[in-house]
């Protein structure tokens, strides 16, 4: 199947706009501005009964922000989402209206984390300021309510590492992970990575940019906190939902992480979203599957949670 014309349309008017440099040629300060206008397009997330901006600190004494967007008095569970961008990219800005829509859909209260980011901040600091993250929603903002992990991309990377840090640390409980576009492994030979149809806005070259930016040293990325599909053991982890789309470059590695999910023993639920490319959940009131999957992992939240 091919991408869909929606993303074929958006595809082609990206290009009309792109400079004659790649993202893999460009600085990690160019390719910041080079992608900062995408937010634009989004518009205005729902009302929230509460918002707000909180910093906090990491393992190393730097700090970072966390949002928290309340839909309602009475929440129904919190949701501590991380961010995608490769480690390297995007912001709270350019996810504001996602966090809203996941709030205003689910009825739980979504922490955005917006931890540190490499080249500054190389691998571990994005992984201890995720935890720090989720151990802040914990204490200040979940208060008892079901506790769920979630992200996109680099931010489903992280939140599958905070799945797994959690069970070994004998907590904070989590009731689920949702995994949207999971970045798990660091294999460039898989098929989905060699597949031409499936070099859209994150290519392999563009996650082989990503990866040397985030962990530098290749013996690291064998590390499950690093890449969680290398983990001893994937025994004992919450119920898992996880999004692939057809035509990304991560389709394999975040399938082949369900499967393994699967035969440890953890409770499952995959969807391959056909004729979408790796970033489509994420482009809000842009992309008409981003509100489809978007729906079902509320949805999924408010059933399970």
């Not at 091919?2 to 009309?16: C, I, K, R, S, Y």
């Not at 600190?57 to 961010?83: C, M, W």
């Not at 800005?93 to 917006?114: I, M």
């Not at 064998?222 to 035509?247: F, K, Q």
Request: a negative charge; one cysteine or more.
């Amino acid at each position: 199947m091919a991408l869909d014309e929606p993303t074929a349309q958006f595809l082609a008017a990206a290009a009309e706009n792109a400079g004659d440099t790649p993202l893999w040629e460009m600085s990690a300060a160019q390719a910041r501005e080079a992608t900062s206008g995408l937010d634009r397009l989004y518009g205005p997330g729902p009302q929230m009964h509460h918002s707000g901006d909180h910093r906090v600190a990491g393992k190393d004494g730097g700090q970072f922000t966390v949002r928290v967007l309340q839909p309602t008095e009475s929440p129904n569970a919190v949701i501590v989402y991380y961010h995608g961008g490769g480690w390297v990219l995007e912001n709270l800005q350019g996810y504001d209206t996602l966090g809203r829509q996941l709030a205003d859909k689910s009825g739980a209260t979504v922490v955005l984390v917006e931890y540190r980011k490499a080249p500054e901040h190389p691998f571990p600091v994005p992984v201890e300021d995720a935890w720090a993250g989720l151990a802040w929603a914990e204490e200040h903002v979940a208060q008892g309510l079901p506790l769920v992990v979630a992200g996109d991309s680099a931010g489903a990377n992280l939140a599958a590492v905070m799945a797994q840090k959690a069970r070994d640390e004998g907590g904070p409980e989590l009731s689920g992970q949702v995994l949207v576009c999971p970045v798990t492994d660091a294999d460039f030979t898989r098929d989905s990575y060699l597949a031409e149809e499936n070099q859209t806005m994150v290519s392999l070259p563009a996650m082989e940019w990503f990866w040397d930016l985030y962990v530098p040293d290749r013996a690291q990325r064998r590390d499950p906190a690093a890449t969680p599909i290398n983990a001893e053991s994937l025994a004992g982890l919450p119920l898992a939902l996880v999004l692939t789309a057809e035509h990304d470059v991560l389709r394999d590695e975040g399938e082949a992480y369900a499967e393994a999910l699967r035969d440890a023993g953890v409770d499952v639920e995959h969807h391959r979203w056909e004729g979408q490319m790796h970033t489509f959940f994420s482009m809000v009131n842009v992309l008409p599957a981003s509100a489809e999957a978007i729906d079902l992992v509320t949805r999924r939240i408010r059933e399970r949670v």
